[in-house]
């Protein structure tokens, strides 16, 4: 095991037995009480495994979210979450099984949500390369992200970003009557409710690749629409971009493998994060303004288990039976409210964006779940407080590139995909070959052992190209949740401790048949791409 995890240090005698097994990269001890470390450093001499990190002592009760994300994403901490483990030291730790419980739900839960951010559906990475592709020209022939950052910066002070969270509906009259003295920020979701209220919203933000999520544009507002700025993924459903025909449309990429590819810097890269409300905050930032306001951010059931506002386009109760419950620290600190995993790992991430960006951040939501970080205030006193005038609204227009510079990048991006399709078609063949290379060798082994290092050895061949393909990144984006998948479940047959020969060869069986199965994984998404492209 590469990592070993103890609640308590004990006396220190099994740490420094364990810290001579070379295996042991590091050691992470989670203590409470400082004073036993203190005491035990007296008696036994740790420098060296605390100077080269292969010793990690914790102080548990002063970690912070950013300390177990930091923990969580890093190598090789990250690599063998699959195996994570927290041992007790001795019998006298179980008092602090309460802690204990915590603590463990705690390191899982980061694991997990590190697992998620590098993506585990490769089909939702396909479908995000072919309507990134199919969007590419309606992107080069409406304005640029750059353009958008070049004349909206420092307009406002205070950017607010409507969510459509249970809270939102009360919120609704004070926002209508501030609206002129804020730069309005609405989620994809919230813009029908807005628009049946009056209130005209500076920009409208969609991320998301679903064909759901684009029918929130299929409305005709007329008048109410002019001047809005709809700023798009580029990986959303096609249908989104043609119900905004003849709007005002900013198409600006993710931070993927393939837009990084395509390389349009002009359009880049201003969708990020997981959720559109991460988008907002990221373009908030961006745009200069000196604080940030959330309402509609619940990021939890209602009291009467609705998960959205009574006027939500997909129903108040669309996501109420769509997840198990857990439970979560209320706004205000006082009790708890039901959440679910992917709101915990939305908010894990806003609480992420706050501590970076250091721009003071208020959860005006008054409802919901905690969001550390954020200073909790009623919407009416961050209005008073922070809202003193009426901007100058409308913004100033934003201009599509010249017809030169357009065709210049469609003919840069068509090249580029059909450099892409030939990649694949070149891989694919690689694949085929290394895969019939290795499964000849493997159908041999029952005549002659010694092929086994041969098949080993032609496997570290194989792992070295897909080492040198990270470097294509057209090819990475669809490979990237795969790849990351299984070197997580490979950690789990790397850890076994053969104790005989016979064991020591059904593991390398077992390690060349998984690798096998990935080879064939791995060839048919290339494939998948290639018909895609």
């Known amino acids: 095991y590469p990592v070993l995890y103890f609640y308590g240090f004990g006396n220190g005698i099994l740490l420094k037995a364990l810290l001579q097994n070379k295996n042991h990269q590091h050691i992470v001890v989670f203590e409470k009480d400082i004073e036993i ?49 927290l041992e007790l030291m001795s019998h006298y730790y179980e008092r602090f099984h309460e802690d204990i419980l915590g603590l463990n739900k705690k390191l899982a839960e980061n694991f997990k949500y590190s697992i998620l951010s590098y993506g585990n559906d490769p089909l939702d990475a396909l479908q995000g390369i072919e309507q990134f592709v199919y969007n590419l020209p309606s992107m080069i022939t409406h304005p640029s992200y750059k353009e958008l950052l070049s004349k909206r910066k420092n307009l406002s002070d205070t950017a607010i970003i409507v969510s459509t969270g249970p809270s939102l509906t009360k919120q609704l009259p004070l926002l209508k009557k501030y609206a002129s003295k804020a730069t309005l920020f609405c989620a994809d979701s919230a813009y029908p409710i807005l628009a049946k209220q009056g209130i005209k919203p500076d920009y409208v933000c969609m991320l998301e690749r679903s064909e759901l999520t684009a029918e929130f544009f299929n409305h005709d507002f007329k008048e109410f629409d002019k001047d809005i700025v709809f700023i798009c993924a580029g990986v959303v459903h096609p249908k989104a971009t043609k119900y905004l025909k003849g709007r005002n449309l900013v198409i600006t990429q993710k931070v993927l493998t393939f837009p990084y590819y395509i390389d349009l810097k002009d359009f880049s890269y201003a969708a990020v994060g997981f959720s559109v409300a991460h988008m907002a905050c990221y373009l908030s930032l961006h745009l200069k303004h000196k604080n940030i306001i959330f309402i509609g951010q619940d990021l939890a059931y209602a009291k009467n288990g609705n998960s959205h506002p009574d006027d939500y ?62 200073i909790e205030k009623p919407f009416l006193w961050a209005c008073e407080n922070l809202l003193h005038k009426d901007l100058n609204k409308p913004f100033e227009k934003l201009e599509p590139l010249s017809l030169n510079k357009q065709n210049e990048f469609l003919l840069k991006a068509y090249y580029k995909v ?47 190209k897909l080492e040198d393909m990270k470097q294509m990144q057209d090819l990475y984006e669809i490979l990237g949740p795969l790849l990351t998948q299984f070197e997580l479940n490979l950690a789990r047959i790397y850890v076994l401790n053969p104790k005989t020969k016979e064991d020591a060869f059904n593991k390398s069986i077992l390690w060349i048949k998984e690798h096998l199965e990935f080879i064939e994984l791995v060839y048919g998404h290339i494939k998948a791409q290639e018909n895609a492209l």
């Open 37 to 85: 470390i203190w005491i035990m450093f007296h008696i036994l001499d740790f420098s060296n495994e605390l100077q080269n990190a292969r010793l990690m002592i914790l102080e548990n009760d002063k970690l912070q979210t950013q300390d177990y994300n930091e923990l969580c994403s890093s190598k090789p901490f990250f690599q063998f979450s699959r195996i994570y483990f």
């Open 313 to 374: 386009q997909n129903s108040a109760t669309y996501e109420s039976q769509a997840y198990e419950p857990i439970l979560t620290k209320a706004y205000g600190g006082k009790g708890e409210v039901k959440t679910h995993e992917v709101w915990i790992f939305f908010k894990q991430m806003l609480e992420t964006m706050i501590i970076e960006y250091s721009i003071p951040t208020y959860n005006c939501t008054e409802g919901g779940a905690r969001i550390e970080g954020a």
């Open 418 to 464: 059909y450099q892409s399709i030939k990649h694949c078609k070149d891989f694919s063949k690689i694949l085929s070959n290394d895969f019939e290379n290795i499964q000849s060798i493997y159908l041999s082994l029952n005549e002659k052992e010694e092929y086994l290092n041969l098949a080993i050895r032609k496997i570290d061949e194989f792992k070295n």
